[in-house]
């Protein structure tokens, strides 16, 4: 033993003089290959325990900061090929190499400070990530900073129905660098700054180490992936296959790319954006039998928050969870597989697709980061028929903006929190019946003036977090049946249902948004109002409700109070695709001419952008940069695409993260089929995006926003 630790002091002492002199050269009598192939091991173990020993603070910040990005695609995708696969782990090494090799040009004595505040950051963005996931499933952006005084309203929200305790589980990496260092000093590892030692080297020779990654890991990156990180819209492919931290490098990238447009970019998207409405006329080209059926009517837009269209079949002992939609809908056009398109911007982004036809933006949200951009828009092309237009909102006006990109989507006033009497609170601000009350007197005042108005109403009381049920009025949610007892007397007892979860809270606030919604059209019948009135209402998105509550609320048997077994035949899987079908919202126009003669359900697929062509054929005007399509000139199969870059049909719906789709019809699915839908969406998202972000509907000839003069004939498709 004592030979072997001779030979490896000797050791010791000649690569620390092979270090001094810059170079690692191995004398001929320390290593002998040849004669002593042991020497050659000793050497090996030795220069490894002194690279460990004089960079342990280095490695514990690489360790703990790889395993949390593998962690956070555990949470997240969650499946093991998707954490196994090896781009995303080593475009993430490449990123904490650099950022590691960095912290070597700092003083040793405030490496700590360096590498704990870096090991905050990156937990910091993991969970930011994993708090988001479980919310809009996809990734955080760096746009969001630019909306977050958004998400502050509804922090309780995040508190109660989104925060896990595995989003915290990330914080033990700046925990273990603390731990690591102060156990390094009490071993009195870390000394006094050497001043002789070369520590720049090491910073070179690590981002050499991750240059050489780089290169290697580039070139196993398809063209497929490089274009999808160019234009940053299908951000759990990215994560997938390029990590979180480079996703975050390029959406830094692209969180800027608003402010310096004029920089790069304009040439090719104007050139996408010419050659994909070059086909399209700029007038009308078809008739139908809903044609100008609405023209010169009155609109009233109802945005019902949060609503969800499976609800409407629900019913707890015999009690209808929505009996006023409900009725609604058997006298409308009730369009029964409806999809919101919603990206960061939830509620805003509902308005602004539904107003414009137009697909949310990849970075940032239109009412924020790009309100003063030109839109066609539903309240413009109105107000040159004659048409008066506004919306009301009873929270404030500056909320998502509103004061502001109202004003660019041509409404002509917004009733906000100022001009209501906050009598009655619950959640966010004014109650749904207090709201529609007091907006009545509003339309009443409106109305009276002889114009034709087009009004949006905004609900609010059936946003996140649903707890306050003691406001919602009674509407039990667990199941109450009658059975015998030991003597054979009838008793009647309460299954637990789904009283106590926030789907039984959520469905509670549903049953008063409904209450007030029933009230709101009584009293505009009752006022006279409905005579030349259309009404159109939609769920502006889903209530992002748990997996958990909708596998309760489909597998329980209220027969026994417990949940069907996997094996039982009545089971219903809440997988991903079940969980993205149950998100549709329900979408209704009801007049007096749908009562009478043309209510009927329509089951075609439908997205928000569909609603403005839709209408516009009914209301006759028209946008020749409208993405979607009239629902009732469809010809083959009606797309929606999704801001993800998922898509569906009637026939399927399509992942676009995990290249995989769920057949929804008997029809044969080929590969042509999906190839043809996959680059629609690309393409469609491409478009959108660049005429927003390049401003380029101000560019063109400014005529060619008005609506046309429309063929008077009239035909039945």
Same mark, same amino acid.
């Given at each position: 033993m004592k030979k072997i630790k001779g030979k490896i002091n000797n050791t010791y002492k000649n690569i620390l003089k092979a270090i001094k002199k810059k170079a690692f050269k191995v004398k001929d009598k320390c290593i002998d290959i040849k004669?002593?192939?042991?020497?050659?091991?000793?050497?090996?173990?030795?220069?490894?325990?002194?690279?460990?020993?004089?960079?342990?603070?280095?490695?514990?910040?690489?360790?703990?900061?790889?395993?949390?990005?593998?962690?956070?695609?555990?949470?997240?995708?969650?499946?093991?090929?998707?954490? #196994?696969?090896?781009?995303?782990?080593?475009?993430?090494?490449?990123?904490?190499?650099?950022?590691?090799?960095?912290?070597?040009?700092?003083?040793?004595?405030?490496?700590?400070?360096?590498?704990?505040?870096?090991?905050?950051? #990156?937990?910091?963005?993991?969970?930011?990530?994993?708090?988001?996931?479980?919310?809009?499933?996809?990734?955080?952006?760096?746009?969001?900073?630019?909306?977050?005084?958004?998400?502050?309203?509804?922090?309780?929200?995040?508190?109660?129905?989104?925060?896990?305790?595995?989003?915290?589980?990330?914080?033990?990496?700046?925990?273990?660098?603390?731990?690591?260092?102060?156990?390094?000093?009490?071993?009195?590892?870390?000394?006094?700054?050497?001043?002789?030692?070369?520590?720049?080297?090491?910073?070179?020779?690590?981002l050499v180490t991750a240059g050489i990654t780089l290169f290697f890991v580039l070139l196993t990156v398809t063209p497929l992936e490089a274009g999808r990180l160019v234009k940053q819209w299908n951000r759990e492919y990215l994560v997938m296959n390029f990590g979180i931290y480079v996703y975050h490098l390029n959406d830094l990238v692209k969180s800027i790319e608003p402010q310096i447009t004029t920089l790069f970019g304009y040439d090719n998207a104007m050139k996408t954006f010419t050659e994909y409405y070059s086909d399209t006329t700029d007038t009308r080209n078809y008739t139908n039998k809903y044609t100008g059926i609405f023209e010169g009517k009155n609109i009233i837009s109802i945005h019902a928050e949060s609503m969800q269209a499976f609800a409407m079949g629900l019913t707890f002992n015999g009690v209808e969870v929505t009996p006023n939609l409900n009725k609604l809908a058997k006298k409308s056009l009730n369009f029964t597989n409806f999809y919101s398109q919603v990206s960061v911007g939830t509620s805003s982004d509902s308005e602004f697709t539904l107003n414009t036809s137009l697909m949310p933006t990849n970075n940032g949200t239109a009412f924020v980061s790009y309100f003063d951009r030109t839109y066609v828009s539903i309240p413009k092309l109105l107000k040159e028929k004659g048409y008066y237009t506004f919306a009301m909102h009873a929270n404030n006006a500056s909320y998502w903006n509103r004061n502001v990109m109202h004003k660019s989507l041509g409404y002509d006033k917004l009733y906000s929190k100022t001009d209501y009497e906050i009598d009655d609170v619950i959640g966010l601000g004014l109650a749904d019946k207090s709201f529609f009350k007091q907006s009545l007197e509003y339309i009443k005042k409106i109305n009276a003036k002889g114009?034709?108005?087009?009004?949006?109403?905004?609900?609010?009381?059936? !946003?996140?977090?649903?707890?306050?049920?003691?406001?919602?009025?009674?509407?039990?949610?667990?199941?109450?049946?009658?059975?015998?007892?030991?003597?054979?007397?009838?008793?009647?007892?309460?299954?637990?249902?789904?009283?106590?979860?926030?789907?039984?809270?959520?469905?509670?606030?549903? !049953?008063?948004?409904?209450?007030?919604?029933?009230?709101?059209?009584?009293g505009l019948e009752e006022a006279g109002l409905m005579d030349n009135t259309v009404i159109m209402l939609y769920g502006d998105h889903d209530a992002r409700l748990p997996k958990g509550d909708f596998n309760r609320l489909l597998n329980y048997d209220k027969t026994t109070g417990e949940l069907y077994e996997e094996t039982d035949e009545r089971y219903t899987e809440v997988d991903s695709y079940k969980y993205e079908l149950l998100r549709k919202v329900p979408f209704m126009i009801y007049s007096k001419e749908t009562e009478s003669k043309l209510h009927k359900n329509i089951d075609t697929v439908m997205g928000m952008y569909d609603v403005m062509p839709t209408i516009s054929n009914m209301f006759n005007f028209y946008n020749k940069y409208q993405l979607g399509t009239d629902i009732f000139n469809t010809i083959g199969d009606n797309v929606?695409?999704?801001?993800?870059?998922?898509?569906?049909?009637?026939?399927?719906?399509?992942?676009?993260?995990?290249?995989?789709?769920?057949?929804?019809?008997?029809?044969?699915i080929d590969k042509e089929y999906i190839k043809k839908y996959e680059d629609y969406a690309a393409e469609l998202l491409n478009v959108s995006n660049s005429l927003i972000v390049y401003d380029l509907l101000d560019k063109i000839d400014k005529t060619t926003l008005t609506s046309e003069t429309y063929i008077d004939e009239r035909t039945t498709k």
């Open positions: 004669n002593n192939p042991k020497k050659e091991l000793y050497n090996f173990v030795n220069y490894m325990m002194l690279l460990v020993k004089n960079n342990i603070l280095f490695l514990t910040f690489i360790i703990v900061s790889l395993f949390n990005s593998v962690l956070l695609r555990y949470f997240t995708i969650s499946t093991m090929d998707n954490i #196994l696969f090896f781009k995303p782990f080593l475009f993430d090494l490449v990123v904490i190499l650099v950022v590691g090799g960095l912290g070597f040009l700092v003083k040793e004595k405030n490496r700590i400070i360096y590498y704990l505040l870096s090991s905050l950051v #990156l937990t910091l963005i993991c969970i930011i990530n994993s708090i988001y996931y479980t919310f809009y499933t996809s990734f955080a952006s760096i746009s969001l900073l630019a909306t977050s005084k958004y998400v502050v309203a509804v922090g309780d929200a995040v508190v109660e129905n989104v925060l896990r305790v595995q989003d915290l589980s990330y914080l033990w990496a700046p925990l273990a660098i603390l731990i690591v260092y102060i156990r390094l000093r009490r071993l009195r590892v870390y000394k006094k700054e050497n001043k002789n030692r070369k520590e720049p080297l090491k910073a070179i020779s690590t114009d034709p108005y087009y009004g949006t109403m905004i609900m609010l009381t059936n !946003h996140t977090p649903f707890s306050e049920v003691d406001k919602y009025g009674e509407f039990p949610v667990d199941i109450k049946t009658t059975t015998k007892d030991e003597q054979g007397n009838n008793v009647e007892v309460t299954l637990p249902y789904m009283e106590g979860t926030t789907m039984g809270n959520y469905l509670k606030s549903l !049953h008063y948004a409904d209450q007030a919604l029933g009230e709101f059209l009584a929606v695409v999704f801001p993800n870059g998922n898509w569906m049909t009637n026939k399927v719906y399509y992942n676009a993260q995990k290249g995989e789709y769920l057949s929804l019809a008997s029809t044969v």
